[in-house]
């Protein structure tokens, strides 16, 4: 068995990788190590590179500079079929004129694999996605989840210790999208394979990955597991990426008394820090009060489960006066409140992060 494989998946790892479109970097020194069998989702807006990333350890793209390594081999300069890894497109890339069974098989005949042990590994990959009545039909046929269960079964078949996804469901409605990311994830653990899996949906890497990379014009805003970029995130950036709704960031002001929310007086967040900071305030940790931090209810949006509560910074008792500042509450069941309606937000003051103005990077001085 090669170096850094398991019985199912291999390990991945990027060292100092770098993609140049002429004087532009698409990459710029990418260096990450995804663990034989995890379910790694590179993450981030569109432009941050993470397509290019993926394409660079499929073999579809070539980076500049640096090495990827897949189950310890250096695969730097070998082609996609040398390197272990299958890919689901977005598109699904389907044959219109082949039929469910032809399409997944298409890549094994196209290795010359032996009919016999494409009828065995056609057999597996029916039995885990449960398509056995769609194999006669045409991907015209086909719904949108059906054809992602197709373009699965050929990533199935393939045996791949390695399986790369590029937004695999952003063409699906966003209830099928829910049920896709479940079977995705148990699919995942069932063969135990690695899996590299693009997307710019938040939710969906909170949902399904053991390791999240978010990436930020080309680089690597922070590497780690979901729970830990949303308790502890190093930027202001991860703050505001990860969250639904995102991390409240809110200026500060530094007073005799400490250092405050700029428009307010009370209440103090911490001693006057010696430089710029943002002092970041997720909106589930927020809650109505008799103290806490005066604001004017703009406006409040009713969920079912709980109410988002879009306010201004504004002293309490004098609408008029609300500043520019705004954050969101998320609040648990229904609140209804006329907009206008000055209210005070209490929070847990472990709850607090801040980050550095003008770097945007997590300040933990004491």
């Known amino acids: 068995m090669e170096s850094g494989s398991t019985e199912h998946g291999a390990e991945v790892r990027l060292s100092n990788v770098t993609r140049l479109w002429g004087a532009t ?39 500049t500079s640096g090495t990827v390594e897949i189950g310890g081999r250096d695969v730097t300069a070998l082609p996609p079929a040398a390197r272990g890894v299958s890919m689901v497109f977005q598109s699904y890339a389907l044959f219109p004129h ?28 029916v039995e885990i996605l449960g398509i056995g009545h769609l194999l006669a039909r045409r991907p015209g046929q ?31 409605d966003a209830q099928l999208r829910a049920e896709m990311r479940r079977e995705l994830l148990a699919l995942q653990r069932r063969l135990g394979i690695t899996m590299l899996y693009v997307t710019h949906d938040q939710t969906e890497a909170m949902g399904m990955a053991d390791q999240v990379v978010l990436l930020r014009d080309g680089r690597i805003e922070q590497d780690a597991a979901p729970a830990d970029m949303y308790a502890v995130p190093e930027t202001r950036f991860a703050a505001s990426f990860i969250g639904t709704p995102p991390m409240n960031l809110l200026p500060t002001t530094a007073t005799s008394a400490g250092l405050v929310v700029t428009g307010t007086e009370t209440p103090v967040l911490r001693p006057t820090a010696s430089r710029p900071l943002l002092a970041g305030i997720r909106p589930e940790a927020l809650r109505p009060a008799e103290t806490g931090l005066p604001v004017t209810v703009s406006h409040a949006e009713y969920l079912g489960a709980d109410t988002i509560l879009a306010c201004s910074i504004g002293s309490v008792g004098s609408v008029g006066s609300a500043g520019d500042t705004r954050l969101l509450a998320r609040v648990p069941g229904r609140v209804s409140m006329p907009d206008g309606t000055p209210i005070r937000l209490a929070f847990d003051p472990a709850d607090l992060h801040f980050f550095d103005a003008d770097t945007g990077h997590r300040f933990t001085a004491a």
């Open 98 to 125: 082949l039929s469910v069974a032809e399409n997944i098989m298409f890549g094994l005949k196209a290795r010359s694999v032996p009919a016999g042990e494409r009828a065995k590994r056609l057999d597996r990959a």
């Open 142 to 172: 086909l719904s949108g989840g059906q054809q992602q269960r197709v373009a699965l079964g050929r990533a199935i078949v393939a045996e791949a210790p390695v399986c790369l996804m590029d937004e695999p469901l952003s063409n699906l």
């Open 25 to 63: 970097a698409a990459l710029a020194g990418v260096s990450l190590h995804v663990r034989a069998g995890t379910f790694c989702v590179l993450l981030g807006p569109s432009g941050c590179g993470k397509t290019t990333c993926l394409r660079i350890v499929a073999g579809l793209d070539h980076a």
